[in-house]
């Protein structure tokens, strides 16, 4: 059974398979409302949550000449490290106050997409880093379908029309440190609002309190899963398919109450992208009859190099 958290839908994975509509339904006025849907039983092993948890705690702590090691010049986060101080907010001017690890999907030689998805670096200091998180990219990879699949029978296309549009996608797993806050941060916080560039976002981690969504009435609101629950929020690219129709929605994450600013917070988001060159097109059923699509058509890899240069990644 579904219920209710803070008027963003709770549903369980399960149902997908056991009642389609009626998860589709809870899951996709969620989406069309608030962005955002917490997902519990979503199929990704507790023990490998935990290992990719400590694995993830191991690297962070490594001294910082040891990380910057794994920083790319010019890579634009997109494999390896990525330190303190540079990611920035759409439009805003103070960086957050996160440190990250990017992993990527691993590509054949030969593949079309290699000449912009590159070769995934690992950290030799921390054992068994590369082996758990090529796991639990492969299992976020194939929850997000699930979803997907859920989110077009809400659209009323094909339930398969997204099997194809994410193939071989640029998807990136995140692995994030947001450090204890000893001391006042004046205008820097941990995460500024903004939207996430990708198709759909399923996020690990975001018990520790912080996440924030904001509403249609301009009001922000926790997200608050249990433990072990995923997060899922839909992405820019899906709200410019849909014309709109399910929302990207403005989040950010706060700094901690005083009582918990002693305490690190570690997440994993996963940003399931399309692959890079579907064209993100409005979807003919979102546009209605007489008007214009809301954007014109774009591909996935155009957009996601417009918009890496506006939050200053590249």
């Known amino acids: 059974m579904a219920t209710i958290t803070d008027d963003i839908a709770s549903v369980s994975l399960k149902d997908a398979d056991r009642d389609p509509e009626g998860f589709a339904q809870k899951l996709g006025r969620s989406f069309e409302e608030y962005g955002f849907a917490i997902v519990a039983d979503h199929g990704i092993p507790d023990a490998l949550i935990a290992q990719a948890e400590e694995k993830a705690k191991a690297f962070f702590a490594l001294p910082e000449e040891v990380k910057r090691k794994y920083l790319i010049p010019g890579g634009g986060g997109a494999r390896g490290y990525t330190p303190f101080g540079i990611e920035t907010a759409k439009g805003g001017k103070a960086h957050d106050?996160?440190?990250?690890?990017?992993?990527?999907?691993?590509?054949?030689?030969?593949?079309?997409?290699?000449?912009?998805?590159?070769?995934?670096?690992?950290?030799?200091?921390?054992?068994?880093?590369?082996?758990?998180?090529?796991?639990?990219?492969?299992?976020?990879?194939?929850?997000?379908?699930?979803?997907?699949?859920?989110?077009?029978?809400?659209?009323?296309?094909?339930?398969?029309?997204?099997?194809?549009?994410?193939?071989?996608?640029?998807?990136?797993?995140?692995?994030?440190?947001?450090?204890?806050?000893?001391?006042?941060?004046?205008?820097?916080?941990?995460?500024?609002?903004?939207?996430?560039i990708n198709a759909i976002t399923l996020l690990l981690g975001a018990e520790e309190a912080g996440l924030e969504l904001q509403t249609r009435d301009s009001r922000w609101i926790p997200v608050s899963p249990r433990p072990g629950e995923l997060v899922i929020n839909i992405g820019d690219m899906l709200q410019r398919l849909t014309n709109g129709k399910l929302r990207s929605t403005t989040h950010r994450v706060v700094n901690p109450a005083p009582d918990r600013a002693s305490k690190a917070r570690y997440s994993m988001p996963f940003f399931l992208h399309f692959r890079s060159d579907f064209m993100i097109d409005a979807l003919p059923e979102t546009v209605p009859a007489g008007e214009q699509a809301k954007w014109p058509p774009i591909t996935a890899n155009d957009y996601l190099q417009e918009r890496l240069r506006e939050i200053k990644l590249v």
């Open 97 to 196: 106050l996160k440190e990250f690890w990017h992993v990527g999907r691993d590509l054949p030689p030969g593949h079309r997409f290699r000449d912009h998805m590159p070769d995934n670096l690992w950290p030799t200091e921390v054992p068994g880093f590369k082996d758990t998180f090529l796991k639990l990219f492969a299992t976020f990879d194939r929850s997000g379908l699930k979803v997907l699949r859920a989110i077009a029978r809400y659209l009323k296309i094909d339930e398969d029309y997204f099997e194809d549009a994410v193939r071989d996608g640029n998807s990136v797993l995140r692995a994030l440190h947001y450090p204890p806050q000893p001391e006042p941060t004046g205008e820097h916080i941990r995460a500024g609002a903004h939207e996430d």
